[in-house]
Nanobody, 122 residues
Framework: QVQLVESGGASVQAGGSLRLSCAAS????????MGWFRQAPGKEREGVAA????????YYADSVKGRFTISQDNAKNTLYLQMNSLKPEDTAMYYC???????????????WGKGTLVTISS
């Protein structure tokens, strides 16, 4: 059974940092692209960052470049998203996803977690 379980969401002030984690199981982690997506209330889902698990090649949305870092622990099948210099506009539900292609588009992903909430106050 495929599982993607996110954790680490919290309420923090602008300028702060958070690290999200995603524990993956039930599929061959090294064969997939892993990504983080987010959806703010009333807005469409947005691709944030993605990483090819074998090569480590990563991709970022322009809105988070230089502030967020995607990383992984292949031995633990765990994905991370380090978020620094957080802004109120980063407030959203953050989802972990896995798919065959590293595209920051939701339709490129096959498996999804249930999300973890990040709230940034000004």
């Amino acid at each position: 059974q495929v599982q993607l379980v996110e954790s680490g969401g919290a309420s923090v002030q602008a300028g702060g940092s958070l690290r999200l984690s995603c524990a993956a199981s039930g599929f061959t982690y090294s064969s997939y692209c892993m990504g983080w997506f987010r959806q703010a209330p009333g807005k469409e889902r947005e691709g944030v960052a993605a990483i090819y698990t074998r090569s480590g090649t990563s991709y970022y949305a322009d809105s988070v470049k230089g502030r967020f870092t995607i990383s992984q622990d292949n031995a633990k099948n765990t994905l991370y998203l380090q978020m620094n210099s957080l802004k109120p506009e980063d407030t959203a539900m953050y989802y972990c996803a896995a798919g065959p292609l590293c595209r920051l588009r939701g339709d490129a992903m096959t498996y999804w977690g249930k999300g973890t909430l990040v709230t940034i106050s000004s």
